[in-house]
């Protein structure tokens, strides 16, 4: 059995995406789902109600407390889903290779701190792309700079961010649990 861990920061729709894929697959489990966001939208979602939800500070993040309980855990992957924080050096030298993250862009153009979310395809709009998407990439110590595992582009058919948005979310909910898979060989 393959353990995953989650991280996110806001809605969560994408790990909830990620857990009804995995909730009745063999070969895959969720061990814990972490948040740093006291007000995250995927504290109210029903469906990860039957998972473990561990809330946590920044400073537990930085002084090892989440390093230890990663370690107790030993995860084959942690899955970043839609968290805004930086991984400190730590956690990424102890599960090197282990991190993904989904980011909405082609990196490594538009990557990069404060580059995420709505920021991301107000750039991209700004600079009058012809395509967009996203990339799955391993997490390194640099924000986005992480070697790339899987990327999805598409034609920009509209001028609006929040339509772009909704476009590449509903393209990263239908691939990442396929690339997570693949990258779990499971």
């Known amino acids: 059995m393959k353990n995953l861990v989650l991280f996110a920061s806001g ?3 994408s790990v909830e995406n990620i857990a009804k894929v995995f909730q009745d697959e063999k070969k895959i489990s969720i061990s814990a789902i972490y948040c740093n966001n006291p007000n995250a939208g995927l504290l109210k979602r029903n469906f990860l109600s039957r998972y473990k939800i561990r809330l946590f500070n920044l400073e537990e993040f930085i002084n090892g407390v989440i390093l230890n309980e ?3 855990l030993a995860p084959d992957l ?3 889903a ?3 924080k930086k991984v400190p050096k730590e956690i990424i030298s102890n599960f090197s290779n282990k991190i993904v993250n989904i ?4 990196l490594p153009k538009y990557g990069g701190k404060g580059m995420y979310g709505i920021n991301v395809h107000r750039a991209v709009l700004k600079n009058n792309e012809k395509e967009s998407g996203f990339s799955i990439h391993y ?3 640099e924000y986005d700079e992480g070697n790339i595992v899987f ?3 598409f034609e920009i058919d509209t001028k609006n961010p929040e339509e772009l948005s909704k476009k590449i ?3 990263e909910h239908k691939f990442y649990p396929k690339i997570i898979k693949q990258i779990l060989n499971a």
Do not use: M, N
């Open 11 to 13: 809605g969560g729709s």
């Open 103 to 106: 980011h909405p862009s082609l």
């Open 151 to 153: 990327q999805k582009s």
């Open 70 to 72: 990663l370690t107790d």
């Open 139 to 141: 997490v390194t110590e």
């Open 169 to 171: 979310l509903v393209q």
């Open 78 to 80: 942690i899955v970043l």
């Open 82 to 84: 839609g968290f805004l």
